[in-house]
């Protein structure tokens, strides 16, 4: 049975190979055996044997490479929340490839309502084929409830060889895989102007030790600020404090404690939380902020772009989709250009080196042999190397906030900024999804939220602010 075990590896290698061969924890291939309504290595031989025959022929190829099984013009619909052009268009050319292969009809539908829509369809006995979850807490939930199919043993070799264990942990239950990772966003990240930087004497900072060291040196000189901070976004105000606050945790305390703390087997009020919330608004003190807002608080998120390029402030930590927030035209990763924006991993004393992810998750609701060939396809570096050059295309070549962490993709249709994000989440040790999308609701999109916004205005401290969390997590 599959546990969260340690991470070995070494971060940020600037080679692909090396990424790729390097990584999160080795597979250990113990997954339980697939509960499905049929056996599962008839599933498999059905479903996922056919493509990997297929992909044997060309040259030893596996899941979602090669030939596959003719299925005839069968239909396979899924659904997902994402309903954003070029995003839908992009998954759908991503599918093409499979479709034609294997004589298949497939359509993804972008469901703005996926949330509230996909239960419906569930409880009234008509589900898609395949869904696309954003949150894997709700995925397990289908799963403890036996409303998504177990992935077949095709499905589970090839979510192995393209997957480091640590981005498959969050959608399994009692050591079987319920969902294939389709998309991974990279939290952990400094945004700045590298020639900025060098200008003013300052460097990467290596350590967390050093990053606040850096941040008190840019408070000390009197210039811009360390950093530009806002944490307004309407009804979900709050976030990017949350965002803040589980990559300290997992910095100064580690992944075990992360675990426990997200799965609460130890109280949201643990003094170790506490300490990482009390960082988290120390660093927001005094002369380390710009808020073009006016405040933190009253700051929208997506408002610190310009003041990095207006020369407000020296630095932003915000995930990979951030890049969308420059202005048109804006040079990324460019080492020639003064003006160029570029990001830099947010670094961790210690040799974990642990990274903060979100993404999204492909289940099966029937043990159809089509639909889990469908899935192990998308398993595989191949669906995001499909994507992710149908997204660029379509955007006309600027950065498409698309990144998936599958290794063994060709970096050629991915940009140098898009390549050092995939450098980082291949290389790391340590992945660990969001924990507010892994808490309850009242908790993750509710108290941590609001008392977070609470704290930040000063209206609480860090440890009552932790203790009006705890008190609303659900028995």
């Given at each position: 049975?599959?546990?969260?075990?340690?991470?070995?590896?070494?971060?940020?290698?600037?080679?692909?190979?090396?990424?790729?061969?390097?990584?999160?924890?080795?597979?250990?291939?113990?997954?339980?055996?697939?509960?499905?309504?049929?056996?599962?290595?008839?599933?498999?031989?059905?479903?996922?044997?056919?493509?990997?025959?297929?992909?044997?022929?060309?040259?030893?190829?596996?899941?979602?490479?090669?030939?596959?099984?003719?299925?005839?013009?069968?239909?396979?619909?899924?659904?997902?929340?994402?309903?954003?052009?070029?995003?839908?268009?992009?998954?759908?050319?991503?599918?093409?490839?499979?479709?034609?292969?294997?004589?298949?009809?497939?359509?993804?539908?972008?469901?703005?309502?996926?949330?509230?829509?996909?239960?419906?369809?569930?409880?009234?006995?008509?589900?898609?084929?395949?869904?696309?979850?954003?949150?894997?807490?709700?995925?397990?939930?289908?799963?403890?409830?036996?409303?998504?199919?177990?992935?077949?043993?095709e499905t589970n070799t090839a979510v192995d060889e393209y997957w480091d264990a640590s981005f498959q942990t969050d959608v399994e239950l009692d050591g079987v895989l319920y969902g294939v990772p389709v998309k991974t966003d990279l939290k952990s990240l400094v945004w700045y102007q590298p020639a900025a930087f060098t200008e003013a004497g300052y460097e990467v900072p290596q350590t967390l030790e050093e990053f606040t060291a850096l941040v008190d040196q840019m408070a000390a000189d009197g210039g811009p600020a360390p950093l530009c901070v806002g944490i307004?976004?309407?009804?979900?105000?709050?976030?990017?404090?949350?965002?803040?606050?589980?990559?300290?945790?997992?910095?100064?305390?580690?992944?075990?404690?992360?675990?426990?703390?997200?799965?609460?087997?130890?109280?949201?009020?643990?003094?170790?939380?506490?300490?990482?919330?009390?960082?988290?608004?120390?660093?927001?003190?005094?002369?380390?902020?710009?808020?073009?807002?006016?405040?933190?608080?009253?700051?929208?998120?997506?408002?610190?772009?310009?003041?990095?390029?207006?020369?407000?402030?020296?630095?932003?930590?915000?995930?990979?989709?951030?890049?969308?927030?420059?202005?048109?035209?804006?040079?990324?990763?460019?080492?020639?250009?003064?003006?160029?924006?570029?990001?830099?991993?947010?670094?961790?004393?210690?040799?974990?080196?642990?990274?903060?992810?979100?993404?999204?998750?492909?289940?099966?609701?029937?043990?159809?042999?089509?639909?889990?060939?469908?899935?192990?396809?998308?398993?595989?570096?191949?669906?995001?190397?499909?994507?992710?050059?149908?997204?660029?295309?379509?955007?006309?070549?600027?950065?498409?906030?698309?990144?998936?962490?599958?290794?063994?993709?060709?970096?050629?249709?991915?940009?140098?900024?898009?390549?050092?994000?995939?450098?980082?989440?291949?290389?790391?040790?340590?992945?660990?999804?969001?924990?507010?999308?892994?808490?309850?609701?009242?908790?993750?999109?509710?108290?941590?939220?609001?008392?977070?916004?609470?704290?930040?205005?000063?209206?609480?401290?860090?440890?009552?602010?932790?203790?009006?969390?705890?008190?609303?997590?659900?028995?």
């Amino acid at each position: 049975m599959r546990t969260r075990g340690r991470l070995e590896g070494v971060l940020l290698v600037l080679a692909l190979l090396a990424a790729a061969c390097g990584g999160a924890e080795e597979s250990t291939g113990d997954r339980a055996a697939t509960p499905a309504s049929e056996p599962a290595d008839e599933v498999a031989e059905e479903a996922g044997g056919a493509v990997t025959e297929g992909a044997a022929e060309d040259d030893g190829g596996t899941a979602g490479e090669g030939g596959a099984r003719d299925f005839g013009g069968q239909s396979i619909t899924i659904t997902g929340s994402e309903r954003d052009e070029p995003s839908v268009t992009a998954i759908n050319a991503a599918l093409d490839r499979f479709e034609e292969r294997a004589n298949l009809e497939i359509e993804f539908l972008g469901d703005a309502d996926w949330e509230a829509n996909i239960n419906t369809q569930v409880s009234g006995g008509n589900p898609p084929d395949i869904s696309i979850f954003p949150q894997p807490g709700k995925l397990i939930a289908f799963a403890r409830d036996g409303l998504v199919v177990p992935l077949a043993e095709e499905t589970n070799t090839a979510v192995d060889e393209y997957w480091d264990a640590s981005f498959q942990t969050d959608v399994e239950l009692d050591g079987v895989l319920y969902g294939v990772p389709v998309k991974t966003d990279l939290k952990s990240l400094v945004w700045y102007q590298p020639a900025a930087f060098t200008e003013a004497g300052y460097e990467v900072p290596q350590t967390l030790e050093e990053f606040t060291a850096l941040v008190d040196q840019m408070a000390a000189d009197g210039g811009p600020a360390p950093l530009c901070v806002g944490i307004e976004s309407g009804a979900a105000t709050g976030w990017p404090f949350t965002d803040w606050t589980e990559d300290l945790v997992l910095r100064q305390h580690g992944p075990e404690v992360y675990d426990q703390w997200v799965s609460h087997e130890i109280p949201f009020d643990d003094e170790r939380i506490v300490e990482s919330m009390q960082t988290v608004v120390d660093l927001w003190s005094g002369d380390n902020v710009f808020a073009s807002g006016g405040s933190v608080a009253a700051t929208a998120f997506g408002d610190n772009a310009q003041p990095i390029l207006d020369g407000n402030c020296w630095m932003h930590r915000q995930a990979n989709f951030f890049a969308g927030f420059f202005p048109d035209g804006t040079p990324f990763a460019d080492p020639d250009d003064p003006n160029a924006v570029d990001a830099f991993y947010f670094p961790s004393d210690g040799d974990e080196n642990p990274v903060l992810t979100a993404g999204n998750f492909a289940a099966v609701f029937n043990d159809d042999p089509a639909v889990h060939a469908v899935v192990t396809y998308m398993a595989s570096a191949e669906y995001a190397e499909a994507r992710q050059l149908a997204q660029t295309e379509a955007l006309e070549g600027s950065i498409s906030g698309y990144l998936s962490a599958a290794r063994g993709q060709d970096m050629s249709v991915y940009q140098p900024l898009e390549q050092g994000f995939i450098d980082i989440l291949t290389g790391t040790e340590v992945a660990r999804f969001d924990g507010s999308d892994l808490m309850p609701n009242e908790v993750g999109a509710g108290s941590f939220w609001t008392q977070g916004v609470d704290l930040v205005i000063g209206d609480v401290d860090a440890e009552t602010a932790a203790e009006a969390i705890e008190a609303t997590w659900p028995e």
